[in-house]
């Protein structure tokens, strides 16, 4: 059985279907990714799935549970975590504070540890914790978003567009992290525009085109697929 088996899923703003019925699914330990360009219904795939939009059709399946009646936030308790398009972190709290709120809904005693364990992965975040959240980098919000999410010990990360925005060395940077966070056994279903980059890091991957899944595979091979190559790779496999 899958982590996450979504089924038919179709999702509505109005009279505009932004995704038309797709399948997918995520295996436990698994790091799949979701490209396409910008409009293709990425973003309202991983969104429906967090339960931030509503389904119009279809399911939506984790740990063999259907999600149609959980709410957003029984979703996240469940370890279904979201890092939000655009960061999310909450700019007057520190980045401890930022990283506390992730633990809100746990009741056990390894929260500082966690957080220790955190700032090492991301040296960035210990040296800035009593600064606040607003006032870091673009790239430094996305780690503090990834950090506050682990903070919550997912057992499924959403990732939705993490390199939006961010210098080229920042954006390896943070797809290193991901890389790294996968390896250390937490599943993970990636969104990203960037498909060169989200292709080296996952398992397998789905190409997504005005809110159809119109291929799916390995990510190596979707890596050399003449079609990924001409529409988001620039053309070339170098």
């Known amino acids: 059985m899958s982590l996450l088996e979504v089924s038919g899923l179709e ?6 279907r932004a995704v038309k019925g797709i399948d997918l699914a995520v295996e436990q330990g698994e790091l799949v990714c979701l490209i396409g360009a910008n409009g293709a219904g990425k973003s309202s795939t991983l969104r ?6 509503p389904t119009a059709l279809g399911a939506v399946r984790y740990a063999g549970q259907d999600l149609a009646r959980r709410p957003a936030f029984e979703r996240a308790r469940a370890g279904l975590v979201m890092v939000p398009e655009g ?19 746990r009741r056990d005693g390894a929260i500082a540890a966690d957080r220790a364990r955190l700032c090492e992965l991301f040296p960035r975040l210990r040296e800035r914790r009593r600064q606040t959240a607003g006032t870091l980098s673009g790239g430094e919000q996305q780690m503090l978003a990834i950090a506050r999410a682990l903070m919550s010990r997912p057992k499924l990360l959403l990732l939705d567009e993490p390199s939006m925005g961010l210098a080229p060395i920042v954006v390896q940077r943070i797809f290193e992290v991901i890389r790294e966070v996968s390896e250390r056994g937490v599943t993970c279903l990636l969104v990203e525009q960037n498909a060169r980059a989200a292709l080296s890091i996952a398992s397998r991957a789905y190409v997504m085109e005005s809110g159809t899944i ?8 979707l890596l050399h697929e003449p079609k990924v190559i001409e529409a988001y790779l620039g053309g070339d496999n170098d």
């Open 214 to 221: 119109t291929l799916a595979g390995s990510a190596a091979a």
């Open 48 to 53: 429906a799935i967090s339960g931030i939009v």
């Open 87 to 105: 960061r999310g972190v909450f700019p007057q709290l520190t980045v401890d504070e930022n990283l506390t709120l992730g633990a809100y809904a």
């Open 11 to 16: 999702v509505r703003y109005g009279g505009i």
